[in-house]
């Protein structure tokens, strides 16, 4: 089968391009597929506020719909480049035979137990953007055209969906392509474990091949150790620890 | 050494609870595996199916994967390879269990 990984990165406040291509790193050690890295659009969307950082971050996040026409792959793993790869559970995503997966649940790593995210007035189901499979299939085309067709009109989603149209997000608009796609009925296929978040307000020290993690819980100093398992690592002061690793 | 980070650190205790929860996240996903085009829990459940399956003399039956699609299966096959990744993420489970249990 030709797999493959993209990966996109734009380099602002934080240096993602560096973090790509440690991304792809871990993408060819733990999947055995190859990766392209590609530049996503150089707009600015929206600004945002992380826990760890005093001034606002800047935020390019648009392109992300032309994963698609990007990828020289017939399955291809969509990635976020601050996703931190550690195990090869995403092999059993590549040999589905399922069109399009992505994470519907998640779960911080310093909460009890996964959820499902809803968003907006209506409470849509959220699917994250941060890990996608895909195919080439006429399924997938719908997909990443509807996608493409919410960036574009994403206020008018906004407003019918009634969302904060100030802050784009992936995850909005890819939650509404599936549903779309899906004859506005939820999406059955879904990546089948939680995507594990790294929150902001969470403090990260690799000590190779642990990383630990400390949080407060409670007002009280809180801490665990994880290994071999894929995070999603979220905050300024924690990307810029994984740059400088490299 | 900064002797507030060094005393903050010794403070933060550990969180043998949420590790446990992590723990049981990250074996849950070791779990999935793809074969014959469905995507299966490696588990007692698929297990006991595939061997009901075959003590019926039902070797290639067709079967509900975790996305509720049918799939014809060779049962024999899926169930070597749940068996196998069953036992070895328990396994691999375990280990890393009582490693954790003796974290302070």
Redesign the interface.
Known sequence: MNAGAVIYATDGDIKYSALAKECARRVEYYLGIPSVIKTGSDTVKSTRNWADCDAKVQWRNGGRCNALVDSPYERTILLDADFWIASDCLKSCLDSSESFLAHNTRMYINEDAPRIEKFGALKTEMWWATVCVFDRSRFTQDVFDAWHMIEQNYTHYADLFNFDRYFFRNDYALSLALLLCNGGERPTASIPWPLLHVPDTCTVNWQQPIWQIEYLANQTPRRIAVKDVDLHVMGKRNLEKLCELH | MDTDKLS??I?????HN??K???R??Y???M????S???W?AGPELITQCNLCLAHGHFNPVMAD????PVKVDAEELKTQALERWQEQMNAWHV?HEE?RK?R
Request: hydrophobic share 40%; glycine share 6%; charged share 35%.
């Open positions: 903050q650190r403070r933060a205790r550990f969180d949420q590790a929860r992590v723990l996240e990250k849950r996903a070791k999935q595996f793809a074969l085009g469905g995507m829990h975790i996305h509720d699609n890393e954790l974290q």
